[in-house]
């Protein structure tokens, strides 16, 4: 297991997966304003959690379906990109997300893990868990397909 | 037809669709958070949109394909509010989106159309188009259900 | 666990969970059309599968992706119908699948679970393998919105 | 127009375009063993009709949401290939289905239109008619993400 704050050097993958994921999900400005942190980087399966704050909420104070669906895009699209040769990007073609519950917690927990690898195509499945103190609640679940982009200025 | 800022009193729905949309949308912090403004409201169909802003990016410094969906279901769901009676909410059950383009825009504009209009369920399709100048580019497609909640704590 | 052809009486939905499930599965015409039987029914889970069959093929000679969602869609909804109360039927709200590999095989078995039960909506997941003597291959990959339909004529 | 059963020779994808798309259908087994036929091709767009027929039926006597599944995702396949130079196949990454109202209709006509087209990829939408007489009711929606296959076996 690689964790966001320090791959193991016996990792599969080498020992730099973690610092590739890491260097990308730092130049995602977006996830920093939501406030979003990885929390686990393996090969293909990416943590990311984002606390709960009162600038996400949508109309009932819970947090913002767009807020939660942003954490599970990008767990996956990582997920992706750790199985990916150094150099890729991943971009999100498309994807399918059921919101399962509302998303009242202290903290929101997205995994994303990849079903079926491959050198154009990734599909993914993600799933985002509402955490309050010990208790943990599945809220949604994501389908997904990524797509490796050998420029950085391709569509997809 | 009802624009954001001024209904008609023609309007079939009551002259008050727009307020109750407006009032819904200044409820949803994260639209506030993000930038994003309602456009248009009518009958069926509404518009939303965001001027690009730095800190909404992703790792190539286009909008964040978050930030497009978070305006793209939004859309969706006003759209579906404006066919409810007073009182009624609307969440989202689910959507699918496609990434058709990257997010390369002065702002964003994204419209939500009720496809199939239901007592517990409406269904939505919406697309987000880039705008530079006079230019306009399609670049999100979504197709979105939602579902009616006549008590605001009610998941789907 | 209730299989299709015996249910076990300590099964706790009851003795007759299986009984339903075959009985509604034999009104299904197109099934019986394509070949496709039930291979076991758990609470909350379903199979069924479906041999090869040249008439079902599409260009290449791979069985047809539509009838691999059929089995699929069916698993799932079926599953769905497992946690409902008797005289319930189930409909398909929507769903979204993946094709991950070209379905090469000489039978296919669907599996369709129970992501999030719920009164009125129930969110499934389901996968088809394609199987070959003693080896078995993921294909698809679904997530699908199924509803509780309490009169047989309603729609969606 | 290149209408299935007679291609114009002004058509700007050349004559034969029809004659592409009709042999390639021709080949999809599980279309005829349905009862679907071309009814239609256009640059972009093709339409697929479906008799109605008992043993297409799920448990209410309403055709299969499966059957319905099977021509709109056709339509959306053959719409994305009248794009691609000859030679080229295409095959269903993935898509995802509404299903709006029952399928109750003496025929059923799908249409799949070309959203967004790429060398890769083709987005495309679609939807399905239940025709009866001289009454049309819009009882299905599609988005679907195409693949061009530059070689017949391989999976996408």
Known sequence: VTSARGPEPSEPGGPDIGDRIRASFARQRLMRTLGAELAAVRRGEVEIELPFRDD???????????????????????????????????????????????AAGERFLAVGRVLRPGRTLTVCSGEVHAVTGASRKLICAMQATMIASRSPDSGA
């Open 56 to 102: 996400l909420t949508q109309q009932h104070g819970y947090l913002h379906a767009a807020a939660v669906t942003a954490i599970v895009d990008s767990a996956c699209g990582y997920a992706a990109l750790t199985l990916m040769e150094p150099g890729v990007e991943v971009l999100s073609v498309e994807f399918k997300v059921n919101f399962l519950a509302p």
